[in-house]
């Protein structure tokens, strides 16, 4: 059992103990209508994960009150130090048969490390008994950093064969990994990345600086064009440089987390200046390569280049694979979020959050390949002019920017959760018909939706079933969705539509992922709706979970064969707003607080809010961007499939039919009523790169069926 903030439990978690359970009983006598304040003094026999309880029982055994129950740790030093110890050796067994000055000044620093290790370890004793554990935490933590700097060095000396002492070290990888900046860098060094792409896509890697311990002031990042034998280029006003940054989170998530500390997640455009300090460990940059429609398809290469004043230049090489197919600008797989405009608004302190600002966002987001829902609501009053006349000049603005950029959804009313009023019914129908008559005019009203109730309870049904008959005879064409908590979720069956929706539903997003063919075959969607309460079975988009998570999502859906994704918010951060103070006073200057929903950390946010209305990306959103176009290869290569499939036996075609069913080497699935964690949702969710392996193999079945299309 997780604690979830009233929102039941995550999932039947299954304990393993490795000892008999630790009992503490403490008596007290409480005279009656007193109280007491006593803490309950207990001695716990090793450092490690504890997950605790308690109870509090009358003296004849009677139950009065049982806690909820908790984990808690102890920081396990000692076993970390044998892991420090581990490093050292990696780090003279890389040295062992090298002879020249600059291994041997590395040597002696392992074997200084060595011996500071020895002592911390034979201190431990002693601070365990002397309650002084914490101070030898701090201690851990701070040779943990000055492991990892020397390792790092060491690491990169052996890359360049021992030849050239630099003043630091760089490495690149693929994004769906998040680095800490106060850890080793995971993986081997190289100075090399492979990356692939299609036309029309974008594909990010990181690049990580390594100090050695020296400060590195005034750091530039230059990237050059990308270029193949044929003289074609990739330029590089398409290759994007970012800066990751890191919030602190040192409080206890309502789900379980790797760590509390700094995590990886804001994505702050670069423009040189930044200044790291020799005692940092790692600081990740993310670069974004695009390849625009008509790029020909074939190997690219070129150079990043790290430089730092007074230092040496580090240089490494991205290789990049360009397909001979292109992804559309629509996405197929549909999409649909909220925003509140109002934090905006507050958080800039302005009146009103001006329509360019709003249209920037919108295009992160649709660049992401993640609509923005309330793109049909915030510029559009749903009150009349004094003629009878609606007003909807600027959300014809902002809609057609958007659908110009690929917008396949958005909302064109929320409704009330709850009951109107016969005077507010008339208002808001009256609104619909107007709204719906301007959509059909423009050719947009199939991309939208309304909602006719947020997660209803089966009381709900008879009004949700009423709505929804008004709304149908102002406009058979209106879409209608159902984002549904409770109710009758076998909607797909004929036999249990008690309430007489299925006819009338067009877009069903229940909280558990269903597959319903039939109901699709009748013309109607079936969405994913993705938020806490869909936690146990699906993955999530929390700052402090695996990159792996938000790139699975639209694997996930395709899974499942659904038609769309529903998350509930893209701009929910109301603790960072801090209405009427100075931008001085807000983020990035002040620390963002990522408890954006109770504790669950970036739930319903994916953006941060840059200077002068500009937003910045995610870690979490541009992998749910890649995630959206790996679906669209899976897409691309069943239509191929379908057009070849004469019948007749073909190994190789029946090898590419394979990879269309991700749940037999990505991911498992299971029944909607078997409540799984996302870490069994995933085959192997310690194995980001599968997903790479698995999208290059689509890529080039995608290719090769391509040569052989009429």
Same mark, same amino acid.
């Given at each position: 059992?997780?604690?979830?903030?009233?929102?039941?439990?995550?999932?039947?978690?299954?304990?393993?103990?490795?000892?008999?359970? +630790?009992?503490?009983?403490?008596?007290?006598?409480?005279?009656?209508?007193?109280?007491?304040?006593?803490?309950?003094?207990?001695?716990?026999?090793?450092?490690?994960?504890?997950?605790? %309880?308690?109870?509090?029982?009358?003296?004849?055994?009677?139950?009065?009150?049982?806690?909820?129950?908790?984990?808690?740790?102890?920081?396990?030093?000692?076993?970390?130090?044998?892991? !420090?110890?581990?490093?050292?050796?990696?780090?003279?067994?890389? $040295?062992?048969?090298?002879?020249?000055?600059?291994?041997?000044?590395?040597?002696? #620093?392992?074997?200084?490390? +060595?011996?500071?290790?020895?002592?911390?370890?034979?201190?431990?004793?002693?601070?365990?008994?002397?309650?002084?554990?914490?101070?030898?935490?701090?201690?851990?933590?701070?040779?943990?950093?000055? =492991?990892?700097?020397?390792?790092?060095? =060491?690491?990169?000396?052996?890359?360049?064969?021992?030849?050239?002492?630099?003043?630091?070290?760089?490495?690149?990888?693929?994004?769906?990994?998040? !680095?800490?900046?106060?850890?080793?860098?995971? &993986?081997? +060094?190289?100075?090399?990345?492979?990356?692939?792409?299609?036309?029309?896509?974008?594909?990010? @890697?990181?690049?990580?600086?390594?100090?050695?311990?020296?400060?590195?002031?005034?750091?530039?990042?230059?990237?050059?064009?990308? %270029?193949?034998?044929?003289?074609?280029?990739?330029?590089?006003?398409?290759?994007?440089?970012?800066?990751?940054?890191?919030?602190?989170?040192?409080?206890?998530?309502?789900?379980?987390?790797?760590?509390?500390?700094?995590?990886?997640?804001?994505?702050?455009?670069?423009?040189?200046? &930044?200044?790291? %300090?020799?005692?940092?460990?790692?600081?990740?940059?993310?670069?974004?390569?695009?390849?625009?429609?008509?790029?020909?398809?074939?190997?690219?290469?070129?150079?990043?280049?790290?430089?730092?004043?007074?230092?040496?230049? $580090?240089?490494?090489?991205?290789?990049?694979?360009?397909?001979?197919?292109? &992804?559309?600008?629509?996405?197929?797989?549909?999409?649909?979020?909220?925003?509140?405009?109002?934090?905006?608004?507050? @958080?800039?302190?302005?009146?009103?959050?001006?329509?360019?600002?709003?249209?920037?966002?919108?295009?992160?987001?649709?660049?992401?390949?993640?609509?923005?829902?309330?793109?049909?609501?915030?510029?559009?009053?749903? #009150?009349?002019?004094?003629?009878?006349?609606?007003?909807?000049?600027?959300?014809?603005?902002?809609?057609?920017?958007?659908?110009?950029?690929?917008?396949?959804?958005?909302?064109?009313?929320?409704?009330?959760?709850? !009951?109107?009023?016969?005077?507010?019914?008339?208002?808001?129908?009256?609104?619909?018909?107007?709204?719906?008559?301007?959509?059909?005019?423009?050719?947009?009203?199939?991309?939208? !939706?309304?909602?006719?109730?947020?997660?209803?309870?089966?009381? #709900?049904?008879?009004?949700?079933?009423?709505?929804?008959?008004?709304?149908?005879?102002?406009?058979?064409?209106?879409?209608?969705?159902?984002?549904?908590?409770?109710?009758?979720?076998?909607?797909?069956?004929?036999? $249990?539509?008690?309430?007489?929706?299925?006819?009338?539903?067009?877009?069903?997003?229940?909280?558990?992922?269903?597959?319903?063919?039939?109901?699709?075959?009748?013309?109607?969607?079936?969405?994913?709706?993705?938020?806490?309460?869909?936690?146990?079975?699906?993955?999530?988009?929390?700052?402090?979970?695996?990159?792996?998570?938000?790139?699975?999502?639209?694997?996930?859906?395709?899974?499942?064969? +659904?038609?769309? @994704?529903?998350?509930?918010?893209?701009?929910?951060?109301?603790?960072?707003?801090?209405?009427?103070?100075?931008?001085?006073?807000?983020?990035?200057?002040?620390?963002?607080?990522?408890?954006?929903?109770?504790?669950?950390?970036?739930?319903?946010?994916?953006?941060?809010?840059?200077?002068?209305? =500009?937003?910045?990306?995610?870690?979490?959103?541009?992998?749910?961007?890649?995630?959206?176009?790996?679906?669209?290869?899976?897409?691309?290569?069943?239509?191929?499939?379908?057009?070849?499939?004469?019948?007749?036996?073909?190994?190789?075609?029946?090898?590419?039919?394979?990879?269309?069913?991700?749940?037999?080497?990505?991911?498992?699935?299971?029944?909607?009523?078997?409540? =799984?964690?996302?870490?069994?949702?995933?085959?192997?969710?310690?194995?980001?790169?599968?997903?790479?392996?698995?999208?290059?193999?689509?890529?080039?079945?995608?290719?090769?069926?391509?040569?052989?299309?009429?």
């Amino acid at each position: 059992f997780i604690d979830q903030e009233g929102q039941g439990p995550s999932s039947s978690l299954q304990i393993t103990s490795g000892a008999e359970p +630790l009992h503490f009983t403490t008596r007290y006598s409480i005279a009656p209508g007193k109280t007491i304040a006593e803490e309950i003094p207990f001695e716990l026999p090793v450092e490690g994960s504890y997950y605790a %309880s308690a109870t509090a029982k009358l003296m004849g055994g009677t139950l009065v009150r049982r806690t909820v129950d908790y984990w808690f740790t102890i920081e396990p030093n000692r076993k970390d130090l044998g892991l !420090l110890r581990a490093r050292a050796g990696e780090s003279l067994a890389l $040295m062992a048969r090298v002879s020249n000055p600059l291994a041997a000044r590395l040597r002696t #620093e392992a074997m200084e490390i +060595l011996s500071r290790l020895d002592g911390l370890e034979k201190s431990a004793a002693t601070k365990w008994q002397t309650g002084k554990w914490d101070a030898l935490t701090a201690e851990v933590r701070k040779m943990d950093g000055d =492991v990892a700097r020397h390792l790092h060095e =060491v690491r990169s000396a052996a890359l360049h064969n021992w030849k050239t002492e630099n003043d630091f070290g760089i490495s690149l990888t693929h994004s769906v990994i998040k !680095l800490r900046k106060d850890g080793l860098f995971p &993986l081997p +060094l190289t100075e090399q990345v492979d990356l692939s792409m299609a036309r029309n896509e974008y594909e990010s @890697f990181q690049l990580a600086i390594l100090p050695f311990g020296k400060d590195l002031d005034q750091i530039n990042i230059d990237v050059s064009d990308l %270029s193949n034998k044929e003289g074609n280029t990739i330029e590089k006003k398409h290759i994007g440089v970012s800066r990751v940054d890191y919030n602190k989170i040192d409080w206890r998530a309502a789900y379980v987390t790797e760590y509390e500390g700094w995590h990886p997640d804001p994505l702050i455009p670069y423009r040189g200046g &930044l200044k790291i %300090s020799g005692d940092e460990v790692c600081r990740p940059f993310w670069i974004t390569v695009y390849a625009p429609p008509g790029t020909k398809p074939g190997e690219y290469s070129g150079t990043v280049s790290v430089t730092a004043t007074g230092l040496k230049k $580090m240089t490494a090489t991205i290789r990049c694979r360009v397909w001979d197919f292109e &992804l559309p600008v629509a996405s197929h797989l549909k999409t649909h979020s909220w925003d509140q405009l109002s934090y905006f608004r507050d @958080f800039y302190n302005v009146s009103e959050y001006p329509v360019e600002w709003y249209e920037r966002f919108c295009e992160l987001l649709l660049k992401n390949r993640f609509n923005p829902g309330s793109a049909g609501v915030n510029y559009v009053n749903q #009150e009349p002019d004094r003629s009878g006349q609606y007003d909807f000049s600027a959300v014809e603005k902002v809609l057609g920017f958007c659908i110009e950029r690929g917008l396949t959804r958005f909302s064109i009313i929320q409704m009330k959760k709850g !009951l109107y009023t016969d005077e507010e019914a008339a208002k808001v129908y009256r609104f619909v018909e107007a709204y719906a008559r301007f959509l059909r005019r423009k050719g947009w009203l199939d991309k939208a !939706l309304i909602e006719l109730w947020d997660e209803p309870t089966d009381l #709900e049904w008879p009004y949700i079933k009423e709505r929804a008959e008004k709304l149908k005879q102002i406009d058979p064409g209106l879409r209608l969705q159902l984002f549904a908590e409770g109710g009758p979720y076998d909607f797909w069956d004929t036999r $249990m539509d008690q309430f007489g929706l299925n006819k009338l539903v067009d877009i069903w997003a229940p909280v558990n992922s269903v597959e319903a063919p039939q109901s699709q075959a009748e013309g109607k969607e079936v969405w994913a709706y993705f938020c806490t309460l869909a936690r146990e079975s699906a993955p999530n988009f929390y700052i402090d979970c695996p990159a792996i998570y938000q790139r699975s999502i639209a694997w996930y859906c395709w899974m499942y064969g +659904l038609d769309g @994704f529903e998350h509930w918010g893209t701009n929910y951060f109301w603790r960072n707003v801090r209405e009427g103070q100075p931008m001085s006073e807000k983020w990035p200057n002040v620390p963002w607080d990522s408890r954006t929903y109770f504790n669950y950390n970036g739930e319903g946010q994916l953006v941060y809010p840059g200077p002068d209305g =500009v937003p910045y990306s995610s870690i979490r959103l541009e992998n749910f961007r890649d995630s959206m176009e790996d679906y669209e290869y899976l897409f691309r290569l069943r239509e191929l499939l379908s057009k070849g499939d004469n019948g007749n036996p073909d190994a190789r075609l029946d090898a590419y039919r394979q990879l269309l069913l991700p749940e037999n080497y990505l991911l498992y699935k299971y029944p909607r009523n078997i409540k =799984v964690t996302l870490e069994h949702t995933l085959r192997y969710p310690d194995e980001p790169e599968r997903f790479l392996d698995a999208r290059t193999k689509i890529a080039k079945a995608i290719e090769q069926l391509e040569k052989k299309a009429p």
